[in-house]
């Protein structure tokens, strides 16, 4: 039983190296800079093909016993062809065709698993659960980013320190109220001393 799965899978190998062979006759071989490319028409040939190999890449990565080396190997391959399909779909936008990536249309298939702080580079399939991959993932999430002395002191403005409390006129207004307060009462205690003053010159 074994056998005849490897067989099938060898055959299926076969097809997928002459349906690539016919492809590549039929639209050219990729360029390795997709910008060498000035056909609208090939370069969305191109991208399709890409999409294809990193498919199969996918369906093969799957497989658990192919053993560490292939399955990183193959992960590997993925995220080149992945990279390689944004440099494809960039570039068609700038040829006037469809922005691909505008369009927000997520294929499952393309959607491994990222890790923190893998800018980008995903696991899929059997490779999820290598050895130091599947600790990546169960790494807790980092709590709060502790703010630098000068992230907090950017937001301080000079309302923080009063210096433009008095724009508004309300503190003006309480100002000139209690200035006609005190005003009042040293003018009030100015007459009681002279007052008291004059009292005691007629007495003497």
Not at 15 to 40: H, N, V, Y
Not at 57 to 68: C, F, M, R, T
Request: hydrophobic residues 35%; aromatic residues 8%.
């Amino acid at each position: 039983m074994a056998r005849s799965g490897e067989k099938a899978q060898g055959m299926f190998n076969r097809w997928q190296a002459m349906k690539k062979e016919m492809d590549e006759q039929k639209i050219g071989t990729r360029p390795f800079i997709a910008a060498e490319c000035r056909s609208l028409e090939k370069a969305e040939q191109f991208r399709v093909q890409i999409m294809e190999e990193a498919a199969q890449k996918i369906a093969d990565i799957q497989n658990a016993s192919l053993g560490e080396y292939r399955i990183r190997e193959l992960n590997d391959e993925i995220n080149k062809l992945l990279r390689e399909k944004g440099h494809w779909e960039r570039h068609i936008k700038e040829l006037g065709g469809i922005d691909h990536q505008a369009l927000h249309m997520k294929d499952v298939q393309f959607e491994g698993r990222s890790a923190q702080g893998s800018r980008g580079y995903k696991y899929f399939g059997a490779a999820k659960d290598l050895p130091g991959v599947r600790e990546l993932f169960d790494k807790p999430e980092a709590g709060p980013k502790k703010r630098t002395r000068f992230e907090m002191y950017r937001g301080v403005t000079p309302d923080y320190f009063g210096y433009r409390d008095d724009e508004d006129g309300v503190l003006e207004r309480f100002e000139r109220k209690a200035e006609a307060r005190i005003r009042r009462k040293v003018i009030a205690e100015w007459h009681e001393a002279q007052a008291k003053k004059r009292a005691g010159v007629a007495e003497a």
